[in-house]
């Protein structure tokens, strides 16, 4: 078997050890700002901002690279009120006892409810849709391998290109999500809706509920052996 191609890492850059830590603090800083809102202001945001954004989320590792994620970029009025209203169509029957009371009960500290109307608010909205088929090339049609953790990746990236670009956002992901493929013209046999971004700038009102404020301490989250 032939040896692939590779090419010699040249854009690496080696930082000295007390600038290396500088630099986890500052993005730890900067993690620490970004917030979940519910209140979007309705000012514009220029598509090539989202655009750079959504490249940033394209450079994620993947299995065997075969990217296996298309994002959505909405920023029509009338395709954003359609979303809203089949969304908040299923959130009224997940608050109405679909999502079962222990679910509920969680949801409480956040104060969320079926109302969305961040959905047309926000000037743009970000369907994010995983692939069972492809390739590295658009028209490659085989199997896409680590699917949900690959798209979960490139999801991450994007919510972080978007606060770092100083931008709001919030992750929407209402069951069953297959109405956004209909509302989007996506591949309904090798697609599923992953995720929906909201992104903006925060309304005046915007708020953080108290209960979202609170982290795990690294304790609880990390292990060093």
């Known amino acids: 078997m032939q040896p ?15 600038e290396m830590q500088a ?22 945001v220029a598509k090539e901002l989202i655009a750079t954004c959504i490249k940033a989320a394209g450079t994620a590792p993947s299995g065997a690279n075969h990217q296996p994620w298309h994002f959505v970029a909405i920023e029509s009025a009338q395709i954003k009120k359609q979303i809203r209203e089949q969304a908040e169509q299923l959130e009224r029957s997940f608050y109405e006892g679909r999502a079962g009371q222990e679910w509920l009960d969680a949801l ?6 079926s109302q969305k109307p961040y959905l047309e608010h926000a000037p743009w909205l970000i ?5 069972k088929k ?8 085989g199997t896409n391998y ?17 606060h770092r670009s100083g931008l709001a956002t919030l992750t929407h992901t209402p069951k069953p999500m297959s109405f956004l493929t209909d509302i989007c013209g996506r591949d309904r046999d090798n697609e599923r809706p992953y995720m929906l971004i909201i ?13 979202a404020l609170q982290k795990k301490s690294l304790d609880e989250i990390a292990t060093f052996l």
Request: charged content about 25%; cysteine-free.
């Open 4 to 18: 692939h191609e590779h090419r010699l890492l040249t854009d690496f850059i080696e930082f000295p050890e007390t």
């Open 23 to 44: 630099r986890a603090d500052e993005f730890l800083a900067t993690s620490k700002r970004r917030h979940s809102i519910r209140s979007f202001s309705d000012r514009p």
């Open 108 to 113: 409480k500290p956040l104060g969320t409810d």
């Open 127 to 131: 369907a994010v849709f995983s692939q």
């Open 134 to 141: 492809g390739g590295i090339h658009s028209e490659d049609k």
């Open 146 to 162: 680590y699917v949900h953790e690959s798209v979960g990746l490139a999801t991450g990236f994007l919510i972080q290109a978007l």
């Open 199 to 211: 992104a903006g700038y925060p309304g005046e009102d915007a708020t953080i509920p108290e209960h």
